[in-house]
């Protein structure tokens, strides 16, 4: 078994409070952006919640009721997730809670650049960085698995910062709803 | 034709072939064309004399094969065949003034003679132009000669041999063209899964045959000491696992699929146990698998990542990549007392390190400028040398002579190869017919 280590559950215990306050802070936009893996110019964008209680569901790429999908991006050599997520990753890990019997496979990527190996840490550390997010907010242990691929599943083939930017990712996939 | 110092030779070529056995049964050709990019500035100038004149009705050119090794190596100044107006095949023949006009130090001759139906007898005798002639037979100016006799299936790695010989004889360092590499193939097709094979060929990329072929990624390959075995990490089941596949008989063996990453194959210079990495314990870390008993050692511990380890040639002690000084540097493992010591400084960004045959040296991806090249750094003093220039290039991985090392580049939007001497003089390329070439690994010795 997979041992999460107790520093990194308190540090991300202080992250999503403080990021509860940030997205509160913004929850006044009048629009929500429901395409998950956007980027703003200065690589953070903020995302409002609309005006309804709670989560509108449909941000967060549930269709009919039912999650999809989703992909987050990190920075180069980092596995710290970006805070525009954390919504995000937070409507997951309720559906999740609420439904026992669903299942998740977190896929870690990096992009090519670096050593192939390291890579691969790397972009476990991604997965682990979203597993983490989902078991502090209600998510079980058992229902996720952790991969990653490194280097060797890029989804952009290009040698330049634009599809690097999209294969530093990690995929969120639903392998039972 | 009688050359009394011809030496037979044929034990030394029949433990080659047994070795090569199981790579005999399809026919040659290249998967990678070695291409040579850059040459040393002061090359030995050198004349080969085809060997025979019919070489096209025979299994292997063998004079061509050893011409472009010597040629493709970077070492030597081959003079173009079509320039040659003399063809000796015999001591006797050699007229010295002409070759001394033609300014080559040294002339390769020989002869390959078919003797049954699939038996050849093949000689060669390398000449010293320079040397004084003593008496009327030329003995005086051989360097070396031999003889020896195979079949059609075993002329190119012959060839090889005789490459070697003569490499070693004039330049005093042991060849490698009798070696192997092994590298991983990714094929993408449109609207078909990717082809991830592992591959092993000639050194110069002639024989390419698969090791494992799968929808999934393959990673890490790692030559055994004997160069009998190979370790590899595949996704196969969508997860990673360590296996080691027996390269004669294909037959393989799972030796980690722990929970999380399995990954970084080394073996122990003795060949009795596997270094990995494993990230059951949350992070990933290096330990020792002993292929015997199965048990396992925790080297590293902490919360970063520790990966990439790589043996001393001596067995004593693991170099490995950590970011546990915040990027990712090289570390070394004392394996007697667990001391751990930094060894790069330079840059922010050095990773998947080896070490020098000669544990004097280690090679490793060096990040520079925003741009990622094989380095190799001096034990003693700390001095980083840049080898290359391409800016995406990784996965060094040394020839067992200490002289090459061949790594992964980007050449024209794929995958290549490439092998850049120790010193920087000489760059070859090895782009593939198709696809994407990654992960090279050179064998050790095999004979």
């Known amino acids: 078994m997979r041992h999460l280590n107790i520093l990194k559950i308190t540090a991300l215990i202080i992250a999503m409070t403080s990021l509860s306050a940030c997205s509160s802070m913004h929850s006044n936009s009048a629009t929500g952006h429901g395409k998950s893996g956007a980027y703003g110019g200065g690589g953070v964008s903020a995302y409002g919640l609309g005006k309804q209680q709670g989560f509108d569901s449909r941000q967060y790429g549930f269709v009919n009721g039912k999650p999809t999908k989703q992909t987050y991006h990190f920075d180069f050599d980092s596995s710290q997730v970006n805070p525009t997520y954390f919504n995000n990753i937070k409507a997951q890990a309720h559906y999740l809670a609420m439904h026992p019997n669903a299942r998740v496979r977190i896929e870690g990527d990096t992009d090519e650049r670096g050593s192939r190996e390291y890579n691969v840490a790397l972009g476990e550390q991604r997965a682990d960085s979203i597993e983490n997010l989902l078991l502090i907010n209600g998510a079980s242990r058992k229902q996720i698995t952790v991969v990653s691929y490194g280097e060797e599943k890029p989804i952009a083939l290009g040698h330049n910062e634009a599809a690097y930017r999209l294969n530093r990712r990690a995929d969120l996939i639903y392998t039972a709803n | ?447």
């Not at chain 2, 080969?48 to 070489?55: A, E, H, L, N």
């Not at chain 2, 194959?265 to 015997?292: E, F, H, M, R």
């Not at chain 2, 546990?324 to 050095?350: E, H, K, M, S, W």
């Not at chain 2, 794929?414 to 000489?426: C, I, K, N, Y």
């Open chain 2, 1 to 447: 034709m009688q050359i009394n110092t011809i030496v037979k030779f044929k034990k030394i070529i029949m433990l080659a072939l047994s070795i090569c056995l199981f790579f005999m049964s399809v026919p040659a050709y290249a998967a990678l064309q070695l291409e040579l990019t850059q040459g040393v500035a002061g090359a030995i100038p050198l004349a080969i004399v085809p060997f025979t004149k019919q070489s096209a009705a025979l299994p292997t050119d063998v004079s061509k094969v050893i011409r472009d090794d010597l040629a493709n190596s970077g070492r030597f100044n081959v003079l173009p065949a079509a320039e040659l107006r003399q063809f000796p095949h015999n001591l006797l023949a050699i007229n010295y003034n002409y070759w001394r006009k033609l300014n080559v130090n040294d002339v390769l001759i020989g002869t390959v003679k078919k003797i049954t139906s699939n038996r050849y007898a093949i000689s060669f005798a390398l000449i010293d132009v320079y040397r004084n002639q003593t008496n009327d037979d030329n003995k005086n100016q051989v360097l070396v000669a031999r003889k020896f006799e195979v079949d059609a299936a075993g002329m190119r790695h012959l060839a090889h041999h005789i490459s070697d010989v003569v490499f070693e004889q004039l330049t005093g360092q042991r060849g490698v063209f009798n070696t192997r590499i092994a590298y991983i193939v990714v094929q993408r097709y449109l609207n078909k899964p990717v082809k991830y094979s592992l591959e092993v060929a000639d050194a110069d990329g002639y024989n390419p045959r698969p090791i494992l072929v799968s929808p999934q990624p393959i990673m890490s390959p790692a030559w055994s000491p004997d160069g009998k075995s190979m370790a590899y990490v595949s996704f196969e089941h969508k997860h990673a696992q360590i296996y080691i596949a027996d390269l004669a008989t294909g037959k393989r063996t799972l030796v980690a699929n722990y929970p999380g990453i399995n990954g970084a194959p080394a073996w122990s210079p003795d060949g009795n146990k596997l270094a990995i990495v494993l990230s059951k314990s949350g992070n990933p870390n290096i330990y020792l698998k002993n292929l015997q008993t199965g048990k396992l050692r925790q080297l590293t511990h902490g919360l970063a990542i520790n990966t990439e380890p790589s043996w001393s040639p001596d067995g004593s002690s693991i170099i490995f990549t950590s970011n546990r000084g915040g990027g990712p540097q090289i570390y070394r493992f004392n394996l007697a007392d667990d001391q751990v010591t930094r060894l790069t400084f330079a840059g922010n960004y050095n990773a998947r390190a080896s070490y020098a045959p000669d544990g004097k040296s280690i090679v490793m991806l060096h990040r520079q400028g925003g741009l990622f090249n094989i380095a190799i750094q001096d034990l003693a003093s700390g001095v980083i040398k840049t080898l290359t220039t391409d800016g995406l290039d990784e996965s060094p991985s040394m020839a067992p002579n200490g002289d090459l090392i061949l790594y992964a580049s980007q050449y024209g939007g794929r995958g290549v190869l490439g092998v850049v001497s120790t010193d920087g003089r000489v760059k070859i390329r090895l782009p593939a017919r198709e696809g994407n070439v990654q992960e090279p690994a050179w064998s050790p010795y095999l004979s």
